[in-house]
């Protein structure tokens, strides 16, 4: 068997939000192919309050910087690194920072800051950083395994060879438009990590994703989806044109990803992946059910005579490349429906979830 290919995207989309208020987009996405197979993803999400009036720079000095760490950390210890995956995540995002914040610095000195953005800051407690604030989700895989981390909201979402979707890093427990961000003075104290197992298809995306769903089921089958279109092909224009008609009617938000997928059909979906059951039946299997009828039904006439009435026939699932249409943002299960989780988290040693948090609104 041939050793599997692998195709990388990544993709951002501005907000209806942003577009109706003439704001930037201030999300930003990457990827990097690596040496032995691996390959660093890494998204961020500028905050939008006036206090971070450079954020889309801020996150764009966050991958630019993470991808370079992630990709030191693979070039040195590539052999090395899938034995203490734990520690090389919090390695590989002190580096990030602390690289982050040289590019922050090195902007100021060409473009200092106005005077009452800069006194904002520091009243804030968040020095020069402030005004560069972003969210940051970073994922570093390779044959077998993989590490990820984040600062802020976003998600990381892996497939496995079943079809299986789960969340590796658990939910910031913030409320609202609360996130964590780069520009605290303890960033550090804020990072989720997780170490990943096997995997198929991975996705890293900006809070504008999720916000624009109802339901971690909608979230996991519009996940799963995406990912199938990138497997079959879509070129980046089409999968931004996508998160942007998301965004329209969903969350408002910008919408960013980086995926990694295996280079060949979508995984075959089991029936232990309840979140992603419905659009794991494929239109080939009920065409043969349908044929399988027909013969019986020809066959019964023949031997027995007449068949019985036939029941109603089961509706076809709807088309399993294309996402359903998503939900207004914000909405929540009735009173007294208890949500069952679709994808699961599992808590990795080493994360923290003491530092500060700042109003983010979009």
């Known amino acids: ?25 201030q999300d930003f996405a990457g990827w990097e192919a ?64 602390a690289l982050w914040r040289d590019k922050v610095d090195a902007a100021i000195a060409v473009n200092p800051l106005e005077q009452a953005l800069a006194a904002q800051s520091d009243a804030a407690g968040l020095g020069v950083y402030g005004p560069y604030g972003t969210t940051l989700v ?64 991975a996705v890293l995306a900006s809070d504008g994703f999720a916000k624009s769903f109802s339901d971690r089921d909608a979230i996991a089958n519009a996940a799963a989806a995406m990912l199938d279109l990138i497997a079959a092909g879509a070129k980046p224009a089409a999968v931004e044109s996508d998160l942007a008609a998301l965004s329209a009617r969903g969350s408002g938000d910008d919408v960013s990803l980086a995926a990694l997928v295996r280079d060949a059909q979508p995984a075959t979906v089991t029936a232990s992946s309840p979140a992603l059951t419905e659009r794991g039946k494929s239109g080939r299997g009920w ?37 359903k249409a998503a939900p207004a943002a914000g909405a929540k299960p009735k009173a007294g429906q208890a949500s069952r989780p679709r994808l699961p988290s599992i808590n990795s040693p080493g994360g923290n979830d003491a530092g500060q948090s700042k109003p983010d609104p979009k």
């Open 1 to 25: 068997m041939s050793p599997a290919t692998y195709r990388a995207l990544s993709a951002s989309a501005r907000g209806a939000a942003h577009i109706r208020r003439g704001a930037p987009n």
């Open 138 to 201: 970073a994922a570093l895989l390779w044959p077998g395994g993989g590490l990820a981390f984040q600062v802020g909201d976003g998600n990381v979402l892996i497939r496995d060879g079943t079809g299986q979707l789960a969340a590796p890093i658990a939910d910031d427990l913030r409320q609202g438009e609360e996130t964590a961000s780069l520009c605290e003075p303890d960033a550090q104290l804020s990072a989720r990590f997780a170490v990943i197992g096997p995997w198929r298809d």
């Open 287 to 323: 065409l043969l059910v349908a044929i399988m009828l027909l013969l019986a039904a020809l066959l019964g006439r023949h031997f027995i005579g007449p068949p019985p009435k036939a029941p109603p026939a089961a509706a076809v699932p709807a088309d399993p490349a294309k996402p």
């Open 34 to 97: 690596l040496a032995k197979g691996g390959y660093a993803l890494a998204v961020a999400d500028g905050h939008g309050a006036n206090l971070h009036a450079r954020s889309a720079d801020g996150a764009r000095f966050a991958v630019e910087a993470c991808l370079a760490e992630m990709r030191a950390a693979w070039g040195g210890r590539a052999d090395a690194l899938p034995n203490a995956p734990a520690i090389e995540a919090e390695a590989i995002l002190t580096a990030a920072l």
